[in-house]
């Protein structure tokens, strides 16, 4: 019985921030994160190529993601870790994680458990608006829906857990 | 003479934010810009949905990008507003602008002019390598160059300009 093993399997180290060169150039992980403490994660559908969201990850997010192939987050609005899916079933397994140049931002290819939707609102992308680029300029621009319907009722999945959305 | 016209031009106004619904089911833009003044933005490769980068916009930014069809970012490294490729003439035309659920990050898709390369340290894409998801526990993970070569030599591209990577 070696339970510290299982510790230790969630807090793998990140490699030392030493050398523009190392970080740029290097075989390590050597993330960077920010003053709260967080890296942003871009998160595609690994089949179609597109965005699904973008979130956040702090320390223990990014080495749970690695050890266990299921993506978490560090949720802002909740102030907690996020494992995605836990609550609506819509787990996003691992395909692919890319870190950046500076590895300051990672780059998460995943495919989605169940209906493959990853918004909260019920879009299977939370990108599900675009910008109009021909907008009159006196007024904000104006958006467009690319998809045509929500995949689920947040009240279904979600109940009475709070909107995440923060104005 | 109408100058101010191209003033306005470049500050066309953002919506409000007024409420979780118009911001989340709404038909006006109306970024969340971050405490530094900043919206992160993710750009994709038309063509393949592979990520390029992440870069961050000030209002300005986001303002020019959607009034003149290129890529604007502001760079935080240099604390100036950044009109992609002006430097190594690899300018980004926007195919698509989208904003997310609480638009609170934009996602672009683009075409990249010349080679094709958005990265400083000469790849095609930012997302150079590869994390190794079965790596040993007990030390930082690996990373695995998925970009055979670079596209061209920062030097000749950049010169003297100082590197954007911060440690």
Redo the contacts between chains.
Sequence with gaps: MRPE?AE??AS????E????EQ????????P?FDADGLI?C?T?EAG????L??GYMNRDALQKT??T?EAHYWSRSRQRLWHKGKTSGLFQK?V???????QD?V?LRVQVAGSGAS???G?RS??????E?S?P????????F?ETGRTFDPKDVYGSVP?????
Tied chains: 1, 2.
């Design positions: 093993s230790s399997t793998a180290p990140f490699a921030r030493t050398t523009v970080v740029e150039e290097g075989l390590a992980l050597a960077k942003p871009v595609t179609t190529g597109d965005v969201m973008l690695i050890a192939g691992v692919e994680i890319r870190i950046d140049d500076d931002a780059w918004c909260h609102v879009y939370c990108f599900y608006r675009s910008v680029l907008s300029r006196d007024e904000p621009a104006r958006l467009v690319v909107n995440p959305t923060r104005l």
